[in-house]
């Protein structure tokens, strides 16, 4: 079992940065890859990006390639998203999913955070 959560949002302007964290408990989710997932308000959830469990292997949605670099330190359970010059369409929730690499970058992955909001004001 899993437990995921999510930290690091918040309200920010055009063109600035955030770093989210994602904190898992359990031994085994250093074992499993883990993604990040945003929903925009009045729309699906889509996948941004995701990280092997060792760190090795990292794939991003074309749109936040270039701005946004996935990333995770197995001796704190922890995985990080940040995220640069952020642009308002990048307002969403933000997930977390941790579970085997197919399954987390299709979005079918067991173990899913609560989310936290990013704002991004124009």
């Known amino acids: 079992q899993v437990q995921l959560v999510e930290s690091g949002g918040g309200l920010v302007q055009a063109g600035d940065s955030l770093r989210l964290s994602c904190a898992g408990s359990?031994?085994?989710?250093?074992?499993?890859?883990a993604g990040w997932f945003r929903q925009p308000p009045g729309k699906e959830r889509e996948f941004a990006a995701a990280i092997s469990w060792s760190g090795g292997r990292t794939y991003y949605a074309d749109s936040v390639k270039g701005r946004f670099t996935i990333s995770r330190d197995n001796a704190k359970n922890t995985v990080y998203l940040q995220m640069n010059s952020l642009k308002p369409e990048d307002t969403a929730v933000y997930h977390c999913?941790?579970?085997?690499?197919?399954?987390?970058?299709?979005?079918?992955?067991?173990?899913w955070g609560q989310g936290t909001q990013v704002t991004v004001s124009s």
């Open positions: 999913a941790a579970d085997r690499w197919d399954r987390v970058v299709a979005g079918t992955g067991d173990y």
């Open positions: 359990g031994r085994a989710f250093s074992t499993y890859s």
